[in-house]
T-cell receptor
Framework: AQSVTQPDIHITVSEGASLELRCNYS??????LFWYVQSPGQGLQLLLK??????LVQGIKGFEAEFKRSQSSFNLRKPSVHWSDAAEYFC???????????FGAGTTVTVRA | NAGVMQNPRHLVRRRGQEARLRCSPM?????VYWYRQLPEEGLKFMVY????????ESGMPKERFSAEFPKEGPSILRIQQVVRGDSAAYFC?????????????FGSGTQLSVL
């Protein structure tokens, strides 16, 4: 069965510190991989995506993610968080050339001053 | 250059009432998708529609739920005789023809609360 797991429900990080959010997936083939962010009162915004090629993907707002096939992981990172990064983050996967996405349960990030 | 518009943002219904959620896709997009997010769960696919056609409703509950995307106007997700378990955030996404999950744009969602 296809599944997406975000092991961390809630992470608190100090402003200026680094951030890493974990995502593991179980799919029959290498899927398309995505990270979305949802700020309070906002819709889901795409941070970055991986289809193929270079396994280190750069996204918006200073985020990057690394695809590791051997670990079935697609972890999101940011070297130095800002207070505005406080939000909920969703990892999502989908089959190539499909229209559905499967989402993880999300990780809520709190940024303390 | 509006994005995907959903309304209302919040909807409160009593058990047994009907809920209607609306979604206007981005300009130029003719494909609409509805997702539901139950508390502490990820978004789950419900239905995929194109203008006047339901393409895939495999994620829709068999009873009380229906969706439409008429030739004119927004897509509507309709829940009849709501129950407490329908309380959730309902998200709509849209895409242009030929672009599936690789280029979805999401709305802000409708939070449905059933009393």
């Amino acid at each position: 069965a296809q599944s997406v797991t975000q092991p961390d429900i809630h992470i608190t990080v100090s402003e200026g510190a680094s951030l890493e959010l974990r995502c593991n997936y179980s799919y029959g083939a290498t899927p398309y991989l995505f990270w979305y962010v949802q700020s309070p009162g906002q819709g889901l915004q795409l941070l970055l995506k991986y289809f193929s090629g270079d396994t280190l993907v750069q996204g918006i707002k200073g985020f990057e993610a690394e695809f590791k096939r051997s670990q079935s992981s697609f972890n999101l990172r940011k070297p130095s968080v800002h207070w505005s990064d406080a939000a909920e983050y969703f990892c999502a996967v989908g089959l190539p050339a499909d229209y559905k996405l499967s989402f993880g349960a999300g990780t809520t990030v709190t940024v303390r001053a | 250059n509006a994005g995907v518009m959903q309304n209302p943002r919040h909807l409160v219904r009593r058990r047994g009432q009907e809920a209607r959620l609306r979604c206007s896709p981005m300009k130029g997009h003719s494909h609409v998708y509805w997702y539901r997010q139950l508390p502490e769960e990820g978004l789950k696919f419900m239905v995929y529609l194109q203008k006047e056609n339901i393409i895939d409703e495999s994620g829709m509950p068999k009873e009380r739920f229906s969706a439409e995307f008429p030739k004119e106007g927004p897509s509507i997700l309709r829940i009849q005789q709501v129950v407490r378990g329908d309380s959730a955030a309902y998200f709509c996404a849209s895409s242009a023809p030929g672009q599936g999950n690789e280029k979805l744009f999401f709305g802000s969602g409708t939070q449905l609360s059933v009393l």
